[in-house]
């Protein structure tokens, strides 16, 4: 009984010193001023976000980035630059289940000042509410995020931008710091906002984005005795927006590809060599 208790002990002073390192690699940072951008024009939502930190009186050998778990089925790409030069990172574990950790290893000195850019990309974050629409309805969408941006460290000042695909909004999180623009929502500057705060951020707005999505993509590569190459290639598409409900009229559907509107893709586009030939 002894030794099983002995056992458990020596695991559990395991997993706490891997936490302690963790944290200790990661710093005392405060982010100064962080700046985000969520662009939420298309059905692909890309988050820019720029980060002064500056490290504590011991200096830092990493930076962490939080990303939040219920998202992490949504994340198609994500990369840290510093200087203009893209940075290596690597997962690491902390004491949260709700959060996917980054960490950028980097050894900075004390109270030495940094600026991280973190780029984010997500697909199929927008949810068409509702969920079916008839052939001459708008599409809505809802957007669902944090109104601060999620970070272990404490941050002085922050602020964020969602720049939508039209100033049609149905509803939106309200704010005493919320300047509307038309197309655009800035919320902040939001002052001594403590680690890991937390509050959801909703956008209810229409979009005229086609929700292109390719299910499937074959490609053939046939290369010939005398050196030509021949290239061809199968794709699965579909609208993943909002679904139709009722019935489909051509003649609707022609009078509103004439005026550009309605969501709906009407043509595929494709990037080949130079010095391709049919």
């Not at 709700?98 to 600026?115: H, L, N, Q, R, T």
Request: aromatic share 10%.
């Amino acid at each position: 009984c002894s030794s099983d208790l002995f056992k458990m002990a020596r695991s559990l002073f395991i997993v706490l010193a891997i936490v302690l390192a963790t944290v200790c690699a990661a710093g005392d940072w405060v982010n100064k001023d962080v700046s985000r951008v969520i662009d939420a024009k298309t059905h692909i939502v890309n988050v820019k976000v720029v980060v002064k930190a500056k490290a504590g009186k011991n200096g830092a050998e990493s930076y962490v980035f939080l990303i939040p778990r219920e998202k992490m089925s949504h994340v198609s790409f994500y990369s840290v630059s510093v200087k203009g030069e893209e940075v290596k990172t690597s997962p690491v574990d902390i004491e949260r289940e709700d959060a996917f950790a980054i960490s950028v290893p980097m050894k900075v000195g004390p109270k030495e000042v940094v600026e991280f850019v973190f780029n984010i990309v997500l697909s199929n974050l927008l949810e068409p509410y509702p969920k079916e629409i008839d052939q001459l309805s708008e599409q809505l969408v809802l957007l669902k995020g944090h109104l601060y941006f999620w970070t272990p460290y404490f941050t002085k000042t922050q602020n964020t931008e969602v720049l939508l695909a039209s100033g049609k909004i149905e509803s939106r999180t309200e704010s005493d710091e919320l300047e509307v623009n038309d197309d655009s929502l800035l919320y902040g500057p939001f002052d001594d906002v403590k680690a890991f705060s937390d509050e959801e951020l909703k956008v209810h707005f229409m979009t005229d984005a086609p929700f292109l999505t390719l299910y499937f993509v074959e490609r053939e590569i046939e290369i010939s005795h005398w050196g030509n190459v021949a290239v061809e290639e199968h794709v699965g598409a579909t609208h993943s927006g909002a679904k139709l409900s009722g019935p489909f009229s051509r003649l609707d559907y022609q009078m509103r590809r004439q005026a550009e509107t309605g969501p709906s893709f009407r043509k595929l586009k494709a990037m080949v060599p130079h010095e391709a030939t049919d």
